[in-house]
């Protein structure tokens, strides 16, 4: 099987074209697959991987795997390396694209460099991807609040380990909660993420699991951030987790509508129209290698 090995941030995964390559028509042989693909020392190694399908209601459809073989809703990161995958190989020669994500359409705009050898004469280096309305409905994102009545978690205590934390959960396509972190809390690079990220992942008032960012608010346009994602752990970057960060940080009056988030692997631009509530990120997408696996 051919794929590609593509980041956003430090955000890895392995994509393949399934127009032209054929997986294990089974769940269970499919999922088995890509935790092995994923494995960093028997495999290809990457977050998960990523499936780039024909589509009808879109130009194409993003089918996103976590490294644990669980299917997930959306990717930011990913849904960029989708976007200068498909325009690198020639599969479009569209610099704006709808990119369908669990049945959610999203449009791409495709920011280019001139490349001579490519299809189209240009390749792809950044991405801006409309990542739509942040949902904050408790029930939908989902978790359980502690008053059963609230119509947003914002600013919500939750126990974990014995400490008492103030969330905001959000979700874009898949949950979120952003915890920010006060003068009396260690320095983000010396938080115990293998520790503590399981605790916030599998805590009982997430139906779902959760991804966590903890964040650290520099000033009213940059804020810092790590995040444990369900089903990776810890990874470099986590583009809905930084467009849920800035959206938490908007209801919190912490930062304004754009603001640069810092990852371990880089920056996003996101910005939260909140006239249109939609969510904008822009970042980079790179290819990192090509090759073929033995399935």
């Known amino acids: 099987m051919k794929f590609t090995k593509m980041e956003g941030c430090g955000n890895d995964y392995i994509y393949v074209d399934t127009a ?22 028997f495999g290809i190694g990457g977050d998960g991987v990523i499936l780039i399908n024909p589509c009808a209601e879109g130009d194409f459809e993003m089918e996103m795997y976590n490294a644990d073989g669980s299917r997930g809703k959306m990717c930011g990161n990913g849904i960029r390396c989708v976007g200068k995958f498909v325009y690198d190989k020639g599969l479009t020669d569209k610099e704006e694209i ?14 280019c460099k001139d490349a001579p050898g490519y299809p189209n004469g240009k390749a792809v280096e950044k991405v801006r991807v409309d990542m739509g309305a942040p949902i904050l409905e408790p029930e939908q994102i989902p978790v359980i609040p502690r008053d059963r009545d609230a119509h947003r978690a914002v600013d919500m205590p939750v126990l974990v380990e014995g400490k008492e934390y103030r969330m905001t959960c959000v979700s874009m396509g898949n949950p979120h909660s952003v915890i920010f972190l006060g003068e009396e809390d260690p320095a983000l690079e010396d938080l115990d993420l293998e520790r503590m990220g399981p605790s916030f992942e599998h805590h009982v008032i997430f139906p779902e699991r959760v991804n966590t960012e903890f964040v650290r608010v520099i000033d009213r346009k940059h804020v810092q951030m790590r995040v444990w994602e369900r089903g990776s752990g810890e990874t470099l970057a986590c583009g809905t987790g930084a467009c849920a960060v800035a959206v938490a940080c908007v209801l919190n009056g912490l930062t304004e509508e754009e603001v640069t988030v810092s990852l371990r692997g880089g920056d996003l631009a996101i910005r939260w129209d909140r006239a249109a509530d939609t969510v904008f990120m822009t970042g980079p997408a790179t290819t990192v290698f090509e090759g073929e696996v033995q399935i």
Do not use: F, T
């Open 20 to 41: 032209r390559e054929q997986l294990p028509a089974s769940r269970e042989e499919k999922e088995a697959l890509i935790v092995r693909l994923s494995d960093r020392h």
């Open 98 to 111: 709808n990119v369908v994500s669990a049945g959610v359409p999203h449009i791409l705009k495709l920011i």
